[in-house]
């Protein structure tokens, strides 16, 4: 069942609202606070954010706060939400597509909250992004990436593009390959978060208000080593343990399909921060 247009205006409402008071906390409070209260202050406002979306996030596994930091998180992409789904575990920085930047009031917070931005047309910024990306897990903060470089419905997991993870073949740090999944109240697999195609920010924030609620459910799996490994080869198994997970209950595994047709190139990176 959908949300009525009332309904929906108002859950609108307070997600300007919540945008708004995000700017004004990261401009006016952000440059005083240590890493680890921006940590906290960006958990925090990622779970009212999905609050406000009636958004409900479950977590299973080796979360990151119960294993040591240093490991990469590698997770397969729906949405522009997955981001604040993910922050709701793992308070995270972003490396994201330019064009992000441009997006009202989530752009601005995302480039004051430390998002890297990539142009993905130009081949040798992803060389630039790993060095920068090198540069975080050096101070000890651990890295999220999504690897599949596009968004799909989340009814499978597309080839990873493994140039993104060689910072942590060379650091020698382990992956930790994350499985998301979106549900509807009774649940069944839902594409309601997906932003994928031509579709626009403007009308993915429509249809996600338009739900009753959505089920977010993130399975934190065992950790793939890369010592003495090359990119390509941990990224197929990272790959491998993802889509076992996210197929097992998702129309694609049950009826061969592909979302290659579904997919579009979001080109967005997480960078999760350690609480320091």
Known sequence: MKTSRLVRFWRLSRLFIHLVFGVVEVAALFPWRSNAGRARAIQRWSRRMCDVLHLKVSARGQLPADTPSGAVLVANHVSWI???????????RFVAKAEVRSWPL???????????????????DTQ????????????????????????????????FNASLLQPAVDAGVDLAPVA??????????SDAASYVGEMTLVESIGRILGEQAIIAELDYLPRIPTVGRHRR????????????????????????????????????TAVAQSPH
Request: glycine residues 6%.
């Open 233 to 268: 080869e941990v990224a197929k198994e990272a790959q491998a343990k993802i889509a076992e997970i996210v197929l097992s209950d998702s129309p694609i595994g049950q009826h061969a399909s592909s979302p290659a047709q579904r997919s579009v190139d979001t080109a967005t």
């Open 180 to 189: 998301l999944r979106y549900y509807d109240p009774s649940r069944a697999r």
């Open 106 to 124: 989530i752009g601005w917070l995302c480039a004051r909250t430390g998002t890297l931005f990539v142009t993905r047309e130009r081949r040798h």
């Open 82 to 92: 997955d981001i604040f789904v993910l922050n709701t575990i793992a308070p995270s």
């Open 128 to 159: 630039r992004v790993n060095q920068e990306i090198a540069g975080v897990m050096a101070e000890g903060d651990s890295v999220a990436v999504f690897p599949e470089g596009s968004t799909t419905d989340g009814f499978d997991v597309i080839p």
